[in-house]
């Protein structure tokens, strides 16, 4: 069979467009679900009661369960149950007429947050306990031992589990178009539906998020490297660092 | 100058240790000697609060601190006038030899970095490793990585150091680097409290000699009386198991 050429590179650049929305959706829920995400590990490192087990039964949940199917519930139940609270306020705000995107922000980041407290979990637990204490045994104080010996050390075992999260999510993001969200796939899909073109459409999110994820990869590859140089350099090669 | 009252400490119902009583004075240095799990290490750990006992009082000059109501202040301010040298370094493998030394200095003491440095410079080639301030620790070998650790410890001038089972980690030929340096620093009057299974180093450089077994202090008293005279049949069973094998080495 042909392909059409010309409404492949037209449909290209226009699912371009919905990179922005695409990105949006990753960076949105990677920056919500970091902060909670962390707590959520100390809470489980620490064994700390009740906090624990809700983390815990969270994270099997979340785990547990199909993305296309918490974007189901999320879509056909949230809206009307945030519609009935307006109501009981006697807000005058019309729930349905907001942009889809913070449903899809609402469901990544609830997916991110089970996934990374895990990955900091992990992390974290590979930084032996005695470099905490004696970083409280030179009089600094827990958060200081965290944020400037601890935290960098874990970051370093976490970049590879946490790039691998943030390509999964970027390609969950295309999962985004049943909630009418118009990032990538859902524009390409819209445009094919015109002409029956989809194996054009689908050719050109393939090589858009073979890109993205090509990008990240480098991206992290080269964060990895900066931050991780105290495992490979010596004498005067660390002090150019 | 330090006094330990009384201390208590379990884990999971295992008293580990049944009200041990120390007093450090000035100048002091003083060797715990005692089998494995006589709580030798626990008790060091309970000084500054590394392990919380449960029971018991730690007076440290005018500070008095009961240790089951210690406020996170006093717990700080104990922190900052000890220093804690442990078995296996930890030193901070994210930081090299010379930030390791200025990371306390300059984050929880407030020094200015260039002052904390020249510290961390002095302190280092008290050590012997001047050569090796911008090395990171996966690169030294363990004597090194302890003498950094050593010098850490110095760095934050400390009224006191605690020492647990400094050279235990170490193979034969690397302990004597590291005792050296603890000997530098007896001679030159730092405070120190040991727990060790180096008996050279008890007797010749230790002043006072703490032994324990089972969570008590058995006996104490000067290396010659400890070495030379125990009284308890337990020390002079501990030390006929020990000794043998030390002169043997010799």
Same mark, same amino acid.
């Given at each position: 069979?042909?392909?059409?050429?010309?409404?492949?590179?037209?449909?290209?650049?226009?699912?371009?467009?919905?990179?922005?929305?695409?990105?949006?959706?990753?960076?949105?829920?990677?920056?919500?679900?970091?902060?909670?995400?962390?707590?959520?590990?100390?809470?489980?490192?620490?064994?700390?009661?009740?906090?624990?087990?809700?983390?815990?039964?969270?994270?099997?949940?979340?785990?547990?369960?199909?993305?296309?199917?918490?974007?189901?519930?999320?879509?056909?139940?949230?809206?009307?149950?945030?519609?009935?609270?307006?109501?009981?306020?006697?807000?005058?705000?019309?729930?349905?007429?907001?942009?889809?995107?913070?449903?899809?922000?609402?469901?990544?980041? %609830?997916?991110?947050?089970?996934?990374?407290?895990?990955?900091?979990?992990?992390?974290? =637990?590979?930084?032996?306990?005695?470099?905490?204490?004696?970083?409280?045994?030179?009089?600094?104080?827990?958060?200081?031992?965290?944020?400037?010996?601890?935290?960098?050390?874990?970051?370093?075992?976490?970049?590879?589990?946490?790039?691998?999260?943030?390509?999964?999510?970027?390609?969950?993001?295309?999962?985004?178009?049943?909630?009418?969200?118009?990032?990538?796939?859902?524009?390409?899909?819209? $445009? $094919?539906?015109?002409?029956?073109?989809?194996?054009?459409?689908? =050719?050109?999110?393939?090589?858009?998020?073979?890109?993205?994820?090509?990008?990240?990869?480098?991206?992290?590859? %080269?964060?990895?490297?900066?931050?991780?140089?105290?495992?490979?350099?010596?004498?005067?090669? $660390?002090?150019?660092? | 100058?330090?006094?330990?009252?009384?201390?208590?400490?379990? /884990? @999971?119902?295992?008293?580990?240790?049944?009200?041990?009583?120390? *007093?450090?004075?000035?100048?002091?240095?003083?060797?715990?000697?005692?089998?494995?799990?006589?709580?030798?290490?626990?008790?060091?750990?309970?000084? @500054?609060?590394?392990?919380?006992?449960?029971?018991?009082?730690? /007076?440290?000059?005018?500070?008095?601190?009961?240790?089951?109501?210690?406020?996170?202040?006093?717990?700080?301010?104990?922190?900052?006038?000890?220093? /804690?040298?442990?078995?296996?370094? @930890?030193? /901070?493998?994210?930081?090299?030899?010379?930030?390791?030394?200025?990371?306390?200095? &300059?984050?929880? *003491?407030?020094?200015?970095?260039?002052?904390?440095?020249?510290?961390?410079?002095?302190?280092?080639?008290?050590?012997?490793?001047?050569?090796?301030?911008?090395?990171?620790?996966?690169?030294?070998?363990?004597?090194?990585?302890?003498?950094?650790?050593?010098? *850490?410890?110095?760095?934050?001038?400390?009224?006191?150091?605690? #020492?647990?089972?400094?050279?235990?980690?170490?193979?034969?030929?690397?302990?004597?680097?590291?005792?050296?340096?603890?000997?530098?620093?007896?001679?030159?009057?730092?405070?120190?409290?040991?727990?060790?299974?180096?008996?050279?180093?008890?007797?010749?450089?230790? @002043?006072?000699?703490? #032994?324990?077994?089972?969570?008590?202090?058995?006996?104490?008293?000067?290396?010659?009386?400890? #070495?030379? *005279?125990?009284?308890?049949?337990?020390?002079?069973? #501990?030390?006929?198991?020990?000794?043998?094998?030390?002169?043997?080495? &010799?």
């Amino acid at each position: 069979m042909d392909l059409n050429i010309r409404y492949m590179i037209d449909t290209f650049f226009l699912a371009l467009t919905g990179v922005p929305v695409t990105l949006s959706i990753t960076a949105v829920a990677l920056l919500v679900s970091a902060p909670i995400a962390f707590f959520m590990a100390i809470s489980r490192i620490y064994n700390i009661r009740i906090v624990k087990q809700v983390v815990s039964a969270y994270v099997s949940f979340i785990r547990g369960t199909p993305v296309v199917l918490q974007i189901l519930i999320i879509y056909s139940l949230l809206p009307s149950w945030l519609n009935a609270m307006i109501k009981s306020l006697s807000w005058d705000i019309n729930i349905f007429d907001m942009n889809p995107v913070i449903y899809a922000y609402i469901v990544f980041s %609830l997916n991110t947050c089970a996934g990374l407290s895990e990955i900091f979990r992990s992390a974290l =637990l590979t930084v032996n306990k005695g470099q905490l204490e004696a970083a409280l045994s030179i009089g600094m104080s827990a958060v200081q031992a965290y944020t400037r010996i601890i935290i960098p050390q874990a970051m370093v075992s976490a970049l590879p589990n946490i790039c691998n999260l943030t390509i999964n999510l970027i390609k969950g993001t295309s999962l985004a178009f049943m909630m009418t969200v118009k990032e990538v796939t859902s524009i390409a899909k819209i $445009a $094919a539906s015109y002409g029956y073109n989809y194996i054009e459409s689908y =050719l050109d999110i393939l090589i858009i998020y073979i890109l993205l994820c090509s990008v990240i990869q480098a991206l992290f590859a %080269l964060v990895e490297k900066r931050i991780g140089s105290y495992k490979t350099l010596t004498g005067s090669a $660390a002090k150019a660092v | 100058m330090l006094e330990l009252k009384n201390i208590h400490k379990s /884990f @999971n119902n295992n008293e580990v240790l049944k009200g041990v009583s120390i *007093r450090v004075k000035k100048g002091d240095v003083i060797v715990i000697l005692g089998p494995s799990g006589s709580g030798k290490t626990t008790l060091l750990r309970c000084i @500054n609060f590394l392990e919380r006992a449960d029971k018991g009082e730690i /007076f440290f000059d005018d500070l008095r601190v009961n240790i089951r109501t210690a406020s996170p202040a006093d717990i700080s301010r104990i922190r900052k006038r000890t220093a /804690f040298v442990f078995q296996n370094y @930890n030193l /901070f493998n994210n930081k090299t030899a010379l930030e390791n030394v200025t990371e306390g200095l &300059i984050t929880a *003491r407030k020094v200015p970095k260039p002052e904390a440095i020249e510290i961390a410079k002095k302190a280092l080639s008290k050590v012997g490793l001047s050569d090796r301030e911008n090395y990171y620790p996966s690169k030294l070998s363990g004597g090194q990585q302890q003498r950094v650790a050593i010098a *850490r410890a110095i760095a934050v001038n400390p009224d006191v150091i605690l #020492f647990d089972e400094p050279t235990s980690a170490l193979d034969p030929e690397l302990t004597g680097e590291v005792l050296a340096v603890m000997k530098q620093l007896a001679r030159e009057g730092v405070t120190m409290v040991v727990v060790t299974h180096e008996m050279s180093f008890a007797r010749d450089v230790a @002043n006072h000699i703490v #032994f324990m077994d089972g969570g008590v202090v058995i006996e104490e008293g000067s290396p010659d009386e400890i #070495f030379s *005279r125990p009284r308890e049949d337990r020390t002079k069973q #501990f030390l006929s198991r020990i000794l043998p094998v030390w002169d043997y080495v &010799i």
